[in-house]
């Protein structure tokens, strides 16, 4: 294994594809710009999908609160 795909793989498989914001991951490579870091570090489809579903179930949960709110019951 290079160092090439050792940060590579860093980038992608361990921080991103853990949630790691894009910005912390720049920092930790050492770049100054994320633009270097988001040529550098490729955005996991897996990752991709996750994010997507999570969106879908906050905007889920949100659309059922505004059809079922929730009683007030303070007097």
């Known amino acids: 294994m290079t160092f090439h795909m050792a940060r590579h793989t860093f980038a992608t498989t361990v921080t991103l594809s853990n949630g790691v914001p894009i910005e912390t991951v720049s920092k930790l490579l ?40 929730k009683p007030n019951l303070s007097v």
């Open 30 to 69: 050492g770049h100054t710009k994320i633009s270097t870091t988001q040529i550098f570090a490729r955005v996991l489809e897996n990752k991709v999908s996750q994010d997507i579903n999570a969106l879908r179930k906050i905007l889920n949960k949100n659309k059922q609160k505004q059809i079922f709110p």
